[in-house]
């Protein structure tokens, strides 16, 4: 039929006409050969916040992974992997990723407006972002801020090296309002968290949280597992029977949110209603014995400065360091120098006092007997008094310790409620010894200022004052642990929060602040306002939406990586095993990029050129070589461009060894080298009589007392504030701090509660879109994606299970979901899990599935704790039926 | 020589880590988990408590699905492991029936895709070959793996050390003294299926 | 049928400028350039000159004046605006972006992962029928090999190749190229390109990426009867299994 030919022909000469390139994108390569092969390579695991140290073995087969096990040869994970991290593989093959750059066409922004999203080159990406990022450099850096999550974590050049160069304070954290978990072993241990020492110990007290089984966390659930079968005596204080108190010698339920009191009555008893604990370490290793002033503060010598204490057997004060001190008297009341002058322990013991077990049973629901038998149990579990050597090193043996987490210290009077856990481990002598409750960092932590007490570091370090404050505010609350919900409020309304300046753009990456806070419509509010928000995305999700240029970024089997030993986040139970390594965990590609994506160092990398902050003093390779700590020849020539990967060589090499580079981790994915047993304990560096630990805490008190100065200096208070509430958290001795929400009506009868499950913790890694992880939450775990209720509660409330209900919370903010009822909850609890319920119509269905707990949060002022900024994350709620069975 | 697992639920804390593992390492498709565990409650508040229950195929001794095979598909291969041959298998399913551990499924499709309408990944494409439509399946104790010498998948990855895999045969295994001793139990005994998986059971 | 080794290498010219073309429209964004030359008079002159009875031409033509005409009717505006506007649209439907916009992105094991064969390792095929064309993609484009820009450009290629042949008188390796056109056409874009561009056309309001849809089905259907009047070439190929790409 040649006239369909000729037709044909004059089609493709009219094509030809329309367009004429010369190549497309395949090309001729004699060299692409079939080579079919399975090969192994090692890779570090992040699948979830956990940091846990444990690296990977991913088969490749034919180029596709068709494996992410355990890596046996790493002491730490020992070949065991977790449901999250062994479903890695589907952090890779995963359609909803971003998969080149994007540009938003719409200039209208909203969850509920389609972006209009338009491909666009890496150039005009990163050309469009460097433009708007110069101009606003030029003009006044302070207008950019950048918001980080810890889906960005084990970075390499990211923001706390960008940020500096650029020139602007406002780093934001996209989450932390629901775990500051920082701020009491900050102020007590010098340390950003602290650990269980599962080797030893004999009696530990979990009070909201767990020290691995509740979210299967690979080394700590191991460890724990060998300590039970030790014969390690668990309690667990949880308005739920968790996986940890379903494992338990006991589990104590307790009313939602009111931990402060039991742990307050626990205190109580011991001291005032059993007198028994460790003295010695009372007078010799904590300022229990320092002698107060009339005005809170240490009293102190005149001649030295030096805080004193009361000889009882000269009967004379000294200072604490006296050499000839033959005794120390840790309670009463001392004349010197025509004051009467209380020990710090008769303070909090008097102060205490009204903290009887029977009000705590009012409030908590735990009846005053077992309060009173755990305070007796715990010191009984101490062996007070005595010793265990190791490696040649005596140290007191104390295996027991009261360990609080997110749920107890994460919320309005979690800061008092962190040092109370630390009063109560004081008391049996427990801290930094065997068996204890241990700093997360080892070395330096205890060393003492002037004052011979533990130098307060990390978050109990305030922030310095300064006036406008930065625009999350942290000047206003200076020990906060991230304010990424002031943020908002700063952003909406500026003039209310003394920021003289607008924010104009918004670098996000790794974070989800819509999802991962309270107040959701907040900070969609905030988000819309802001003129230009540029977000390293992995998918599209709420922030995503909301964002002007999505950056897409690798998978993490793509991605180059590093994370110490020995830092980091929920440490957890560790074995001795743990306790004595030290080193490091680095991660480089093991598969080729699947799209258009690049590793956000890179990027940060590239802005800085761009923008011309890359180079020369101040600018982000003098802050890398500074944050790294880059020595000798591995420091970076600051007139050079660097990749990612020569970066992470020269970290690695400059801090573990030349042999120690990049290289090294093309086959492993830890280097690691074993420390004595002794030197895992922060008292082997500061031993009896080198330091003292806090156990009132005059620092609060100055801290709280500086911040009032200041304020007044500049006539202001802090917008939003109840000022006397706000001092009531800056009191040198924790105390009850009742419910943000005393006005409450009945109505809202049930405190909501949280918790993570062994398949979605911590939104990080895309977890809740993971089809495996759905999987099998869906198929084997009745209590995710619905909302539980005590079987008594729900009948009492005509409800039952399957049915659809409505949950309403008292300071606004709602969720639905389908009720499960059970007997594993506290009569006044309602239980809803992970963090489910996503609203972007753009990602994975599976998120969408399953009520979304933090819509029920709220953040604003007067219900947060203005110490460490933790929320009020036990809300009261109502709910109702909305539908199901019986509707 | 029998191969032969034992669960110790004083250990395990009900994290599926087996279940992915098993998932992992044998591609199974959607729907499909030769290994889990489940999770129930027990009694009444305050004494109510969460449990768990590992459940895989038992590869009984006295195998009532290798019974009712009509083909020969389910055979006894080495170590008591009990096998499918998916040439032999006709598909009609009086195993499934049969199993009193319901460890058996059925592909009565080609697997589909865990995203839903976006098509099989990689991973996916490359892991299914092992399962064609109309076969039934099930555990196999990683029978590829023992032929190497390896360990189960789940057994290797369990963070609570819960899972003992050995030889019942032997001794001296650990498998052996723990079901010598008593401690270990396996299900429905009363049915006389002889299962080779154990369980060391929670005080109540 | 077709006599002198001009006109085969015409043939093969002409087809490789087609799915040169076709890839183009997937693989890329349209340019001010592209859209100009579409929008000119001697483009729209010429498409009404055409009419024809074969119902894959006019399948053609339907889909370049659907281009056309989205570009005249649709969006007002500059060129850029256009190019904007077209880019848009092109993230939407091919880029997997949302749910709602369209049927899913054109990848092959998307669309053949429902089919009743026993091997869905799609991806592994192509990766096997590349490494034996020796063709690679260039590593820029971080597209999956399944996608349907790469397959329509690795048929390209192979006519290029093809006719380049022709043109040093090589006629082994020309009918090798043939040959491999034949078995890729079969085996995989007529398996299943045709059924996303059908759910294309009855899922999508008219718009210039359901012309360009238009354009591939009717020239991937000219494309099919074309290999069938070649029947004899591609037998060899069909209906060997294991040693497929042996000749």
Not at chain 1, 515 to 542: H, Q
């Amino acid at each position: 039929m040649p006239t369909e030919h000729s037709q044909m022909t004059d089609l493709a000469s009219l094509i030809q006409r329309i367009f004429n390139r010369p190549s497309g994108v395949m090309t001729r390569d004699a060299r692409n050969t079939a080579t079919p092969v399975i090969e192994t390579r090692v890779s570090a695991c992040r699948m979830c916040g956990n940091k846990a140290w444990c690296t990977v073995i991913v088969t490749i087969q034919d180029g596709v992974v068709v494996k992410v096990e355990g890596d046996p040869s790493n002491p730490i994970s020992q070949g065991k992997l977790c449901s999250r991290g062994q479903a890695a593989i589907f952090n890779l093959y995963n359609p909803y990723r971003v998969k080149a750059p994007m540009r938003r066409t719409n200039p209208r922004k909203g969850l509920d407006q389609d972006p209009g999203w338009v491909e666009i080159s890496w150039e005009e990406a990163l050309s469009t972002v460097a433009e708007k990022l110069r101009k606003i450099r030029m003009n006044d850096p302070r207008k950019f801020a950048h918001m980080w999550g810890f889906g960005g974590d084990w970075w390499i050049v990211q923001h706390e090296a960008f940020l500096p160069a650029f020139g602007t304070p406002n780093l934001l954290r996209s989450h932390g309002v629901l775990c500051p978990v920082h701020y009491g072993c900050s102020l007590v241990q010098g340390t950003m968290l602290d650990k269980q020492d599962v080797e030893y110990c004999q009696y530990l007290v979990t009070i909201g949280g767990s020290l691995g089984p509740n979210i299967g966390s690979t080394h700590s659930t191991r460890a724990l597992s060998n300590a039970r079968e030790r014969g390690i005596k668990l309690v667990v204080v949880d308005p739920r029977c968790s996986h940890e108190a379903s494992i338990a010698h006991e589990w104590i339920p307790i009313r939602p949110g009111t931990d402060l009191a039991f742990v307050l009555a626990l205190l109580n008893v011991i001291i005032n209603e059993n007198g028994i604990f460790d003295e010695r370490f009372m007078k010799l290793r904590t300022n229990a014995v320092y002698l107060i002033g009339e005005d809170g503060y240490y009293a102190k010598d005149s001649a030295t400065g030096k805080p004193l204490i009361w000889d009882p057997v000269d009967g004379i004060a000294k200072t604490f360091d006296d050499a000839t001190i033959k005794d120390y008297a840790l309670e009463g009341r001392y004349q010197v120098a025509g004051r009467t002058l209380p020990t710090a322990f008769t303070l909090v013991k008097e102060a205490v006092r009204q903290y009887t077990p029977e009000w705590a049973e009012s409030i908590t629901t735990v009846p005053a007997a077992t309060t009173r038998r755990i305070a007796r149990e715990f010191v009984e579990a101490a062996h007070i008094g005595e010793t265990i050597t190791l490696d040649g090193v005596v140290f007191p043996f104390r295996p027991a310790l009261v360990k609080g987490e997110r749920g107890s210290l994460g919320k309005w009077g979690g800061a008092y409620e962190h040092l109370l856990h630390k009063m109560l481990n004081m008391l049996v002598g427990s801290l930094d010894v065997p068996g204890g409750d241990l700093g997360s960092e080892t070395g330096p932590a205890l060393k003492p200022g002037p004052d011979g007490v533990v130098m307060p570091k990390k978050e109990a370090v305030p922030v310095p004052f300064k006036y406008p404050p930065d625009i999350d505010l942290a000047q206003f609350y200076p020990n906060r642990h991230t304010l990424p919900h002031m943020a908002w409020k700063v952003v909406l309304d500026p003039a209310k929060y003394n920021i003289p300046y607008d924010l104009e753009a918004l670098m996000i990456y790794g974070g989800n602040p819509i999802t991962n806070n309270s107040n959701p419509d907040e900070a969609v509010a905030a988000l819309c306002k802001i003129p230009f928000i540029v977000n390293i995305a992995y998918i599209y999700d709420e922030a995503a939406q909301l964002s002007d240029i999505l950056l897409p970024e690798p998978a993490l089997l793509e991605r180059y990586g590093i994370q110490e030993v020995g830092t980091g986040h929920f440490v957890q139970a560790q074995d001795a095993n743990m306790l004595q390594i030290t080193g490091v965990l680095a991660r480089v590609p093991v598969v080729p990029k699947q799209f258009q994506t690049r590793q956000a160092d890179d990027i940060y990398l590239e802005l800085a050129e761009r923008i011309g902050f890359l180079y020369g003093e101040g600018g982000l390779n003098d802050h890398l070589n500074r944050f790294w700590k880059l020595q000798g020849p591995h420091m970076l020539d600051l007139d050079k461009r660097y990749s990612t990967a020569e970066i992470l060589d020269r970290a690695l090499k400059s801090k573990f060894g030349v042999e120690n580079g990049i290289d090294y981790f093309h086959d492993a994915g830890i280097y690691y080298k074993m420390r004595s047993k002794a030197e895992a304990y922060n008292s082997f560096y500061y031993p009896e009589g080198t330091t003292r630990y806090a156990f009132y805490f005059e620092h609060l008190l100055r801290t709280g007392d500086m911040l009032r100065q200041n304020l007044s200096e500049h006539n202001l208070t802090i917008p939003g504030q109840d000022m006397a509430k706000v001092w009531g958290f800056y009191q040198p001795i924790p105390r009850w701090v009742g419910r943000p929400d005393a006005a409450a009506c009945d109505e809202y009868d049930l405190f909501a509660m949280n918790w993570s499950t062994p398949q979605f913790r911590m939104h990080n890694s895309d977890q809740t879109g993971n089809p495996l992880l759905n999987e099998l939450a869906d198929e084997t775990d009745p209590y995710q994606f619905v909302i539980l209720m005590n079987r008594e509660t729900a009948a009492c409330k005509g409800l039952q299970d399957g049915d659809e209900v409505r949950v309403e919370a008292y300071w606004g903010g709602c969720t639905e979901g389908v009720l499960r009822v059970t007997s594993l909850l506290h009569p006044d609890a309602l239980g809803v899990p992970g963090n489910h319920g996503f609203k972007s119509s753009f990602r994975n269905p599976a998120t969408r599935k399953g009520p979304h707990f933090n819509s029920l949060l709220n953040s604003a002022e007067g219900t947060f704790d203005p110490l460490h900024g933790g929320i009020d994350r036990n809300p009261r709620v109502k709910v109702s039926r909305v539908g199901g069975k019986t509707a | 020589m029998r191969y032969a697992m034992v669960i110790d639920l004083t250990k395990c804390v009900g994290c599926n880590a087996c279940a992915v593992a098993c998932k992992q390492e044998n591609a199974t498709p959607p729907g499909v988990l030769w290994s889990k565990v489940l999770l129930y409650e027990t009694g009444n508040y305050p004494e109510a408590r969460l449990r768990f229950l590992p459940m895989l195929c038992m590869h009984c001794q006295v195998a009532p699905c290798l019974e009712v095979c009509p083909t020969g598909a389910t055979f006894r291969a080495e170590g008591g492991l009990v096998l499918v041959d998916d040439d032999k298998c006709v598909a009609c399913r009086y195993c499934i029936m049969a199993c009193p551990y319901e460890a058996r499924s059925y592909n009565s499709t080609r697997p589909h895709a865990y995203y839903t309408n976006l098509g099989l990944t990689e991973y996916e494409q490359m892991g299914y070959q092992q399962h064609p439509k109309g076969s039934i399946e099930k555990c196999t104790f990683c029978v590829h793996r023992l032929r190497e010498g390896k360990e189960p998948a789940c057994v290797v990855t369990c963070p609570s050390q819960a899972r003992i895999f050995g030889d019942l045969d032997d001794p001296k295994s650990e498998v052996a003294k723990l079901v010598a001793s008593g401690r270990a139990h396996a299900r429905l005994e009363e049915q006389g299926t002889k299962p080779s998986v154990f369980y060391i059971d929670q005080e109540e | 049928m077709i006599g002198s080794s001009a006109e085969v290498r015409a043939q093969s010219q002409s087809r490789a400028a087609v799915y040169g073309f076709l890839a183009w429209l997937f693989l890329k964004l349209p340019d001010v350039d592209f859209v100009a030359r579409l929008l000119a008079n001697d483009v729209q002159d010429s498409l009404q000159l055409f009419s024809s009875d074969s119902e894959s031409a006019s399948r053609m033509i339907d889909g370049l004046n659907g281009m056309r005409l989205s570009l005249v009717d649709g969006v007002p505006g500059t060129l850029e605006d256009m190019c904007l506007a077209l880019a848009v649209e092109h993230t939407r439907f091919l880029r997997g972006v949302g749910r709602a916009y369209g049927p899913p992105p054109p990848y092959e094991s998307l669309y053949r992962s429902s089919e009743a064969g026993e091997d869905n390792s799609f991806l592994l095929q192509l990766t096997e029928f590349y490494h034996h064309a020796q063709a690679a993609i260039l590593s820029e484009s971080a597209e999956r090999v399944d996608y349907l820009g790469i397959e329509l450009d690795l048929m390209r290629l192979l006519c290029d190749e093809e006719s380049r042949a022709t043109g040093r008188g090589d006629t082994i390796q020309a009918a090798h190229f043939s040959r491999l056109q034949q078995h890729f056409l079969h085996e995989h874009l007529l398996a299943w390109a045709p059924r996303y561009c059908e759910s294309f056309i009855s899922q999508t309001a008219a718009g210039f990426y359901r012309g360009v849809v238009q354009l591939v089905l009717g020239f991937l259907e000219a494309e099919a009867a074309m290999g069938d009047r070649h029947s004899d070439d591609s037998q060899v190929l069909k209906d060997s299994t294991g040693q497929v790409f042996e000749e």
